[in-house]
């Protein structure tokens, strides 16, 4: 049976073409990019070369990115050592955001270095900027702001360029999470003021473990992992050549397929809505449906004695699904994001996420199926 993924805010497949310049490199490049001699010298060519791909595509220096292992690591760094070596003594965040930043404020908040408050969040999932300015024009603590770019299970966008302003007028440092957005939207990172952004390459078809952080020149920190001077003396640690080099091919082809690989999710998400709508009308949908991320949608479906199973049924079905958060599969627990919004709900939600491989046939084929699990 061949399966359907309808997962892809979870992860997505690896590109043929970044597997094969990481296989490339696999097999011939060996060094080690810290080594002066041939081979090492290779290995930092290819190391800096990808460097200065993510730094065309985000419109930055090529001395503000930094590779990690991913956006946990990313978005840890960017408020842990924000505290710790930038003097903030107040972040502004959001109930909603991935648990790598809400439970990195929980340990900064346990610390006493920083206190942590929450902007508040409309009916539909958005960030209130009205509650946002507010918060900003009380205290006078040097603040940062941590607000994700789009939300990993409603899908909801942040106004990016609103929110960078805002902050700039408050002298408010702005951290943003842009794993689900990076190579699916247009940053532009000369027009817009952001401090710190994370990426992720498995979320744009490039290899899990690995990503970036981008440091604006104007923030000085220290390293967040000691042990070398590999990235520029701000992360120890020999490099993940061929995770660097596959992030960097799955960049590239993000931005270059964009505008197409854009039209053909957002069809098949509206498609999958229509569809949903005509044929189970008591169905219903979380977070800003017309104005989100256009490859989610978190499809809220009404109590009955089968939701418990109903992603396992998907699953046997040969449809991959999740129930909220990717990182909560498997667990026992409700989404903190549904629960923020709906906390009295009975209803069941699972999260649809679309990939420009995902077809019309497939959308129709889960429609068809839902029929047997409500």
Do not use: W
């Not at 690591?73 to 965040?93: C, Q, W």
């Not at 923030?219 to 967040?224: D, E, L, R, S, W």
């Not at 091919?249 to 993000?254: G, N």
């Not at 397929?257 to 949903?276: D, G, I, M, P, S």
Request: glycine share 8%; hydrophobic share 40%.
């Amino acid at each position: 049976m061949k399966r359907i993924f309808f997962d892809n805010s979870a992860t997505t497949p690896l590109d043929p073409e970044v597997l094969a310049v990481m296989t490339e490199v696999m097999a011939k490049n060996f060094g080690n990019p810290s080594s002066i001699h041939a081979e090492g010298r290779q290995a930092r060519a290819l190391i800096e070369a990808a460097r200065k791909t993510v730094a065309n595509a985000l419109n930055c220096s090529i001395g503000e990115i930094f590779f990690t292992s991913g956006g946990t690591e990313a978005n840890n760094m960017a408020l842990k050592n924000s505290v710790r070596d930038l003097g903030v003594t107040r972040i502004i965040s959001s109930p909603l955001e991935h648990h790598c930043v809400l439970h990195s404020l929980q340990t900064i908040a346990a610390s006493g270095e920083a206190a942590v408050e929450m902007v508040r969040i409309n009916e539909l999932g958005n960030v209130c900027l009205d509650d946002l300015r507010r918060l900003l024009a009380t205290g006078d603590q040097k603040t940062l702001v941590s607000l994700m770019h789009a939300n990993n299970e409603i899908g909801n966008l942040l106004p990016l360029e609103e929110v960078a302003a805002i902050c700039e007028a408050a002298g408010a440092l702005f951290h943003c999470d842009t794993v689900q957005t990076m190579g699916y939207y247009p940053l532009d990172l000369a027009a817009t003021r952001v401090n710190f952004l994370a990426g992720s390459a498995h979320k744009f078809y490039g290899p899990k473990g690995v990503g970036f952080i981008y440091v604006n020149n104007d923030n000085i920190i220290k390293p967040y992992l000691d042990g070398g001077a590999q990235e520029r003396n701000m992360r120890g640690g020999t490099e993940n050549i061929y995770g660097i080099v596959g992030l960097a091919k799955a960049v590239e082809k993000a931005v270059a397929e964009r505008a197409e690989r854009a039209a053909t999710v957002q069809k098949l998400k509206n498609h999958f809505h229509a569809k949903l709508q005509e044929k189970y009308p008591q169905v219903a949908f979380n977070g800003d449906v017309t104005g989100g991320h256009y490859k989610v949608l978190s499809v809220s479906f009404p109590e009955s004695p089968k939701g418990d199973l109903l992603l396992m049924n998907l699953d046997l079905n040969g449809i991959s699904a999740s129930g909220g958060s990717a990182c909560s599969s498997g667990i026992d627990v409700g989404s903190h994001v549904i629960g923020h919004l709906h906390p009295d709900s009975k209803r069941h939600t699972i999260r649809f996420s679309f990939s420009h491989h995902n077809t019309e046939e497939e959308v129709n084929y889960v429609v068809d199926k839902l029929a047997g699990m409500l």
